[in-house]
């Protein structure tokens, strides 16, 4: 498992598992658009776009219509508990979304946010 000092992070919320750094959040810089619907939004309500995710598992790789079209996505797991977090974009077949290709979609009820100091 891989374990982060001196940093703002996300956990798995049911085995405190050290899923994603603060500073790969992605959707933070869109929060200005909050206001016209450009939030994301995973299967148990509001969710962040990060770059980068790490002690998960990726699962199989499926076509879904999301809010945005058409895209095809890969479950996320937390690999110590195996909890689904959220998804990870593999492919967008809507130029708009191409952004997403590569990046993470965790979901707020699947993580808890704290501080690592030592």
Same mark, same amino acid.
């Given at each position: 498992?891989?374990?982060?000092? *001196? ?23 869109? &929060? +200005?658009?909050?206001? +016209?619907?450009?939030?994301? &939004? ?13 002690? /998960?598992?990726?699962?199989a790789k499926e076509d879904r219509e999301l809010m945005t079209g058409l895209h095809s996505v890969a479950d996320v797991y937390c690999s110590e508990c195996h909890? /689904?977090? *959220? ?9 708009? &979304? ?13 993580? /808890?946010?704290? +501080?690592?100091? +030592?």
């Amino acid at each position: 498992m891989e374990e982060v000092i *001196g940093t703002r992070l996300y956990s798995c919320s049911n085995c405190r598992n050290h899923v994603a750094l603060h500073d790969d959040v992605i959707s933070k810089a869109f &929060q +200005y658009l909050r206001s +016209y619907g450009f939030d994301f &939004q995973g299967k148990s309500g509001r969710a962040f776009l990060f770059s980068h995710a790490m002690n /998960v598992s990726i699962g199989a790789k499926e076509d879904r219509e999301l809010m945005t079209g058409l895209h095809s996505v890969a479950d996320v797991y937390c690999s110590e508990c195996h909890e /689904v977090l *959220g998804w990870k974009y593999e492919r967008a077949y809507h130029d708009s &979304q191409k952004y997403k290709e590569g990046k993470f979609v965790l979901e707020k009820s699947k993580f /808890v946010t704290h +501080y690592c100091f +030592y």
